[in-house]
């Protein structure tokens, strides 16, 4: 069991900048939606998923959108030391493109998702990092981050971060589908 108390167990602690609160209720998902999330990571497993939630305000309305891992490719040109099974990066023009269609059908941004491959589902400093400007405020606001722990026998659990104003950080709870 990874989460018990040997040595590897605590080494994701300190890769997490963010973790599931036990206090906060879970965040319910569409069945399905959370379902197609959940089985992007297994199909992408040893490698880390990437795609977006899209949608109105009324999360029956959201749908998940795929989004190719390109961080070993920026791993290959010297960008990151991380390669796809330890990180994830979407390409930045298919990003435009995506929200630009989202646009014009309606739809915002409401989550970007991303798996983690043997190891539990957090936001690590790097995912925050990521997520952060520069002087801490999340880069999208309103947008959530949705973490999935894919393991090589399947799906362990999901966790949904989403920024707590009064509090000034991102906060963990684990999403379920109903
Ligand atoms: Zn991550």
Do not use: K
């Not at 089985?39 to 029956?60: F, I, N």
């Not at 920026?74 to 646009?103: H, M, N, P, T």
């Amino acid at each position: 069991m990874a989460d018990g108390s040997s040595p590897r167990s605590e080494a994701w602690l300190e890769r997490a900048a963010a973790r599931a609160d036990p206090d906060l209720p879970p965040r319910v998902l569409p069945r399905a939606l959370l379902a197609d999330v959940l089985g992007h990571a297994r199909e992408c497993h040893p490698e880390e998923c990437c795609g977006l939630l899209v949608g109105t305000e009324d999360s029956r309305s959201w749908r998940a959108v795929r989004c190719a891992n390109v961080q070993s490719a920026r791993r290959a040109r010297g960008d990151s030391d991380l390669d796809a099974s330890q990180a994830f990066w979407i390409d930045e023009q298919q990003l435009l493109e995506l929200l630009g269609e989202c646009d014009a059908r309606g739809e915002s941004l409401r989550a970007v998702y991303h798996s983690h491959v043997d190891t539990a589902a957090y936001l690590s400093h790097t995912d925050l990092d990521s997520a952060t400007t520069t002087d801490g405020q999340p880069l999208w606001p309103g947008v959530a981050h949705l973490v999935v722990s894919a393991w090589g026998d399947g799906v362990r659990e999901a966790v949904w971060f989403d920024w707590d104003p009064g509090e000034q950080r991102f906060r963990g709870r684990p999403a379920q589908g109903g």
